[in-house]
């Protein structure tokens, strides 16, 4: 596991002597007034990763709900689908629409690619007049499923934490 | 999708077979990682990391295969560029099994890996693990 550890940006000292001294503060904080905010680095540092964990949707944070109707509920114990799909990749399928007042709205869904009782397959539901003048709308469901490699759980640090895929079903642009 | 917002004369050939519909969603996830990388894991990817590519897509016709058929990371012999390729299966309104017909599927690269990449996985050729001595001092 250490061998697959990267060089450090900064030196063992000093990285010695920050971590004294965020324990430190750490300590203190939790004596005085019983508490101790997060410090701020560790929040520069963590906030990508953690708002990539929440477009991914990640399983680290909640299992996929994979329910057996095509439509996840929307609950706090499992993760619906991936943002991602919603706001970047069905858009980028999509394209630019000629009439700009039309657009495709997506619903993303946590399924199991391979599944084929009950199988999940995408939607498009509504339709709209190329020549509408008022704003008009497409629901779209795809279906995604997160791969993970299994060999992370032993946490050797050279195995991918992310999804080393998405395996996305969507319909045709 | 164009064709349900009024665009009758929607290409299929021209809007799913050009090969790059994974690839520029895949692409999307590249430059938003970059975008939100810290500067020093920017400064590590452009000095030490290889160069991150999205590839044409792959094609495949068979959905059993398609789930199979892994999104592929794959480097060049001087280990300087990582070229990532997403798998497309895309079906047309004729196909044979009525339920498959007007699909694009694409294996896609997560926004989250496109970030663990620039971070982790990029450094590792060149220069970016600890060396005999540092992991010595340890």
Known sequence: ?173 | MHEASGEGDASYENLDLTGTECQRINQAAMDWALSVASTSAKTNYLSYGQTIVMGHDAIQENGGLWIYQPLTEKENTEKTVRTITGLALPLDEDHYISIFRDMHYCKLLSPFRALEIIYVDSQYAHGGYQTANELFLQ
């Open chain 1, 1 to 173: 596991m250490q061998k697959n550890d990267l060089r450090a940006d900064i030196s063992d000292t000093d990285a010695h002597i920050k971590i004294g001294q965020a324990m430190a503060t750490f300590i203190k904080d939790v004596v005085t007034t019983g508490k101790s905010s997060t410090n701020s680095e560790t929040v520069a540092a963590m906030k990508p990763f953690i708002e990539a964990m929440i477009k991914e949707g990640s399983s680290v944070m909640k299992p996929p709900c994979n329910a057996d109707d095509m439509v996840n509920p929307t609950v706090p114990t499992c993760i619906k689908g991936s943002s991602w799909i919603n706001d970047f990749a069905v858009p980028l399928l999509v394209g630019k629409l000629q009439n700009s007042l039309i657009s495709v709205i997506n619903d993303d869904n946590f399924h199991p690619a391979a599944a084929v009782y009950p199988y999940h397959h995408p939607l498009l539901e509504g339709t709209c007049a190329l020549n509408t003048t008022t704003e008009c709308s497409i629901k779209h469901t795809s279906v995604t499923e997160n791969a993970y490699n299994v060999l992370n759980e032993l946490d050797t640090g050279i195995q991918a934490v992310a999804a080393y895929e998405m395996r996305t079903k969507m319909k045709s642009s």
